[in-house]
């Protein structure tokens, strides 16, 4: 896709210097400008390669006043940073704008779908599906039967979704999720051996939630596993059944909820963290990386380590963790002139 100058000025509502005719194919830093690129310029220690770049055009701000010539067109806006930002969602809107069904794909008789859907190829829709407007469906996709997904919503390539799950508008499921794979339950006999309790419950998304790329969030054993509003997941999360995380809270990659966990809103959950059962974490918690949480956490804790202590307490005790050697040498050296003085 191409763009002129003067249709990214209108679409940003910003004035030009330079060639409205100059077209744009991709973005780019600043640094790594080239012909037939769009850049742009809010930091200032970013202001020297506005004179260097072989970008074709620059978003800057509309106080920015070149101290010499430049050979990249200038696009002039009130916040160059915000206005790059709302032309990548611009772009990305267009690029993803797909619609229509194509094939092969299953679609079963009872599923219904409303108005400018895209199915790609190899998708698969079960029993009594029913899908809302303007949804994206990549392919190799599985809806399972009885689910229900809300308008404007996309699944990318090879998001598993089984039976009975509840999807609202304006959810992004990244390739490669999983949405409503049974639970981890299982019952030992007097033998030692391991019978599957049946997970019969189902997975409720509620609206605005992206879920990264490999993450699996599990259905309820009975109930729902409950995804709210705004929340934001990474790649590489496992949620269990009847775990419900709050609205606006975010996680990071490759942590771990354990099952019928609550967690409050907006939560603040790092990369690599670990969650035990059955507890309840308040609102507006700050879990640093890689932490153990073993416990139930109240409102605005911020935590860190394993098992979790307090933000401060933990950087406290790890400077004296960090001596331990040094302290370790001072006793043994006054342990020796105690023993050889007495």
Known sequence: MKFKASQIAEILEGTIEGNPDAEVSELAKIEEGKEGSLTFLSNP??????????????????????????????????????????????YNQVK??????????????????????????????????????????????????????GDNSTLFAGVKVYSETVIGENVTLHGGSIIGADGFGFSPNEKGEYSKVPQIGNVIIEDNVDIGAGTTIDRATLGSTIIRKGVKLDNH????HNVEIGENTVIAAQTGVAGSTKIGKNCIIGGQVGIVGHITIGDRVKIQAQSGIGRNVKDDEVLQGSPAIGYSDYNKSFIHFKNLPKTVDLLHQLDKKVNKNG
């Open 237 to 240: 999360i496992q949620i269990a």
């Open 96 to 149: 993803l704008r797909k619609s229509g069904i194509e094939q092969p794909s299953y679609i079963s008789d009872s599923a219904k779908y409303g108005e400018d859907i895209y199915l790609g190829a190899f998708t698969y829709l079960g029993e009594n599906v029913k899908i809302g407007k303007n949804v994206k469906i990549y392919p190799y996709a599985y809806v399972g039967d009885n689910t229900i997904i």
């Open 45 to 90: 220690k970013y202001t020297s390669y506005i004179y260097s770049t072989q970008a074709s055009v620059t978003i800057v701000n509309d106080s920015f006043e070149a101290e010499q010539p430049v050979s990249t067109t200038l696009i002039k806006v009130k916040d160059a940073y915000k206005a790059f930002s709302t032309l990548l969602e611009y």
